[in-house]
């Protein structure tokens, strides 16, 4: 294995013609210059200089990796440079995996503030729902990505992640406008026993089914789907009602549905997970700050 010192050393030996023009070009005695390049000879395993009379004559080795030394020292040189970027922040990135309603929400405003600040961190955009956003940071598909669990139901979190808790997200019940419950600030659950609904993605489905069996009830779900906008349009034509988390009020796009807060309070916790040692690597570390920053200024909104 080369040693880059030694590469750097022999480079300008060759150029320089002599252990001593070397010596004074590098700012270095010329026995450190000769056990450099006694070193180099035997990391290669073979003499890369002979002498003639008080002339130095690259052997065939010599003529050999002088031919590669300018391209190694350009190629380490660039790594460099290119690593110094990446650990300034100049440069990156970052590949964040979220479910939908995050996507809509939370991602946009990190994104705006990440590139305003450093613009030359560039993100990749993917999503999935909770378990298998999990599982694709475990199998390094994405390097982030942004979960929701539910105070009732048992979850598990691979043990090489660690969870960045962002903020918790209260759940709402979606209405016609026309609907009876749609003129309270509130709505309680058990009061919708009779309702027919409209159920989301497995996970929050689970937790539905869940919260009515603790009131008591098992709920008519007429419809299944997991995207918010045909939710919206089956709550909007009055073919049922649907409890759907608040990050969703934030892109309502039908004038004739609205949200209601339940009461009791229902919340599902929403956050970051990465590889432990992601954790260290600079662009990912920033991702993670922008998130944070952005969903403390949603909590309570």
């Not at 690259?58 to 590669?68: F, I, K, V």
């Not at 990190?110 to 999935?128: Q, W």
């Not at 979190?157 to 309270?184: F, N, S």
Request: hydrophobic share 40%.
């Amino acid at each position: 294995m080369f040693d880059s010192r030694h590469i750097k050393t022999f480079y300008e030996v060759v150029r320089a013609g002599s252990y001593s023009a070397a010596a004074r070009s590098l700012g270095y005695t010329q026995p450190a210059i000769t056990q450099q390049m006694k070193a180099l000879e035997r990391s290669v395993g073979t003499p890369l200089f002979t002498r003639v009379g008080r002339r130095m004559r690259l052997t065939e080795a010599g003529e050999a990796l002088s031919r590669h030394a300018g391209i190694i020292l350009d190629d380490i040189s660039a790594a460099q440079q290119q690593m110094n970027a990446i650990t300034r922040l100049r440069s990156g990135r970052v590949r964040v995996c979220a479910f939908p309603s995050a996507n809509a929400t939370l991602i946009p405003e990190s994104l705006a503030r990440l590139a305003s600040g450093h613009p030359g961190v560039r993100v990749e955009l993917l999503e999935d729902e909770p378990p298998e956003s999990l599982r694709r940071v475990v199998r390094g598909e994405c390097d982030i990505t942004l979960a929701f669990t539910y105070p009732g139901l048992h979850e598990e979190v691979p043990d090489e992640l660690a969870e960045i808790p962002l903020m918790e997200d209260q759940l709402t019940v979606l209405l016609p406008t026309g609907h009876p419950m749609a003129r309270r600030r509130s709505v309680k659950l058990a009061e919708l026993a009779e309702e027919r609904w409209i159920a989301g993605c497995p996970r929050c489905r689970a937790n539905f089914l869940h919260e009515c069996a603790e009131l008591g009830f098992a709920p008519d779900i007429a419809f299944t789907t997991d995207d918010n906008l045909v939710v919206q349009s089956l709550v909007a034509e009055g073919l049922g009602i649907a409890m759907m988390p608040g990050l969703v009020l934030n892109f309502l796009c039908h004038r004739k549905v609205t949200g209601r807060a339940l009461d009791p309070a229902s919340r599902r916790q929403v956050s970051a997970y990465v590889l432990k040692d992601h954790l260290r690597i600079p662009a990912t570390a920033l991702v993670l700050d922008e998130l944070r920053t952005v969903a403390a200024n949603r909590v309570g909104c």
